[in-house]
């Protein structure tokens, strides 16, 4: 991994350590009460002072171990929520904290590599949320989901400091794909247990993620760096490595077949069937083959059989849930007043709303299950706009990495594309660990386009010592 790593002084690791444990030492009693004996909360603690350490002695390290395991990590920071003044606070809001505060010291450290070309419709977006948090029903809510936001642009600017040149974008591919090995695993689990228990009709997959839907965009994401890792010329792998990879792939395609969500489906075939159009055309002889081998399970085949009915809104029918996001989108859209078109009413506003605009809601507050309507609902049009700049911004930015690395343009454009192809049909801007990855992943080819346009040379030589 390319990165030179400036140590802080003997002086500055041992004051931090004192401060570190007489903070602790005080706080250890009230802690452990706090806890109320769970193990796995009482083990955050020491994982903190992990993560602290760490903080000081190497951030852009610790930015690398938080990424490879956050895709395992929702099950475990679900459990070390508390309540704390009417507040939740978790051990992952923690780790939310450290990935910001990590992109504001890299920043601090070298403003010289703050992309400030991407930054800027980022920045607009973020102030349109900042607007939205002002005027937000929830602000409790309203800030979570802003600091979530927040969030996604650290890890997508702290990718500029972690790539050093070209060839360290397959360096972000192999992490991210190290960080499915552990969800690939669970997965495997959750399924032998649940055939054990009595077969599989209509079970979802969902493996260490809080949804379904969630784990099945992360696997489109980690299909797609291992597309790379086995085609690009630039990652050169072990003939034993490259074979479990190559098995790798297919069992990674089952998973997401079990997770029943179409949306991903959809998304994860029209960015094969691009490849297959753009590199390799003998795939498509595969393709289209792939849709009848995939009825065969039945669960797929019940979930596309399922949009042949519930279309129609009659008394005591149940609608199937692409007619179900029609009629939310519709209500919510068109209780948008005039006067609230240009700013919304605020972040988070669209759940808060739901159980009075939507006549269907049964007083549960859903999600827009569509980003576009979301913005729209809660930003209003200058926050739609701000978020179209930011991927008009993008678009433009990765197709000049197409001159370095043809099949890593086509990777993160591919990102893109899917990216928005699942906004128009879920809560995707709340799923915190696959935002992560998505725009780690896009911030390291932006990275490596810049700094091609910057030097203007075959080769980009940035500074910092090759490890």
């Not at 910001?100 to 590599?113: C, N, S, W, Y």
């Not at 996604?152 to 400091?161: E, I, K, L, P």
């Not at 974008?169 to 499915?180: A, E, G, H, I, N």
């Not at 997770?259 to 960015?271: E, G, H, L």
Request: charge should be positive.
């Amino acid at each position: 991994m390319g990165y030179a790593v400036q140590s802080p002084s003997p002086v500055l690791l041992t004051g931090g350590a004192l401060i570190v444990a007489l903070a602790v030492g005080m706080a250890l009693p009230l802690y452990a009460e706090a806890m109320s004996g769970s193990a796995v909360r009482l083990l955050a603690l020491p994982a903190l002072l992990v993560l602290a350490i760490l903080f000081l002695y190497d951030r852009v390290l610790l930015l690398a171990l938080v990424l490879l395991f956050r895709a395992a990590g929702d099950l475990v920071f679900e459990s070390t929520r508390v309540e704390l003044g009417g507040l939740a606070i978790g051990f992952g809001g923690l780790v939310n904290a450290f990935v910001i505060l990590i992109a504001v010291l890299l920043v601090a450290a070298r403003p010289d590599r703050f992309p400030r070309r991407i930054a800027a419709p980022w920045a607009a977006f973020l102030i349109a949320a900042l607007i939205g948090v002002g005027i937000a029903p929830n602000l409790g809510e309203a800030v979570r989901g802003y600091l979530g936001l927040l969030s996604y642009f650290a890890v997508f600017v702290s990718a500029f400091y972690f790539v050093k040149g070209e060839g360290d974008f397959k360096v972000c591919v192999k992490l991210v794909l190290l960080s499915s090995l552990l969800p690939a695993a669970y997965g495997l689990v959750e399924l032998g247990l649940h055939g054990a228990a009595g077969g599989l009709h209509a079970f979802r997959l969902k493996s260490t993620f809080a949804h379904p839907n969630i784990f099945a965009f992360y696997l489109t994401l980690v299909l797609l760096v291992a597309l790379y890792a086995l085609k690009s010329p630039a990652v050169v792998l072990r003939p034993l490595r490259r074979t479990l990879l190559t098995a790798y792939v297919p069992l990674l395609l089952g998973l997401l077949l079990l997770t029943q969500t179409r949306s991903a489906w959809v998304a994860c075939f029209a960015i094969f069937a691009l490849y297959a159009l753009l590199f390799e055309r003998r795939y498509l002889i595969y393709l289209m083959l792939a849709p009848a081998l995939a009825l065969l399970v039945p669960g797929v085949r019940e979930r596309v059989l399922e949009l042949g009915s519930g279309n129609e809104i009659v008394q005591y029918a149940k609608l199937n849930s692409f007619a179900w996001r029609l009629q939310i989108w519709e209500y919510g859209l068109r209780w948008i007043r005039p006067d609230h078109l240009p700013l919304g009413y605020g972040l988070g506003a669209f759940k808060h709303f739901a159980p009075v605009f939507f006549p269907y809601s049964g007083g549960v507050n859903f999600g827009a299950h569509n980003i576009y309507v979301q913005i729209l609902f809660e930003l209003g049009a200058l926050g739609l706009a701000a978020f179209a700049w930011l991927f008009a911004r993008l678009f433009g930015t990765l197709r000049r990495m197409a001159v370095v690395d043809r099949l890593g343009a086509f990777v993160a454009i591919a990102l893109v594309v899917e990216y928005l192809i699942i906004s128009a049909s879920d809560n995707v801007l709340a799923y915190l660990a696959f935002n992560w990855y998505v725009w780690f992943v896009l911030g390291a080819a932006c990275a490596v386009a810049l700094s091609r346009a910057e030097t203007g040379k075959g080769t980009t030589h940035m500074e910092g010592d090759r490890a």
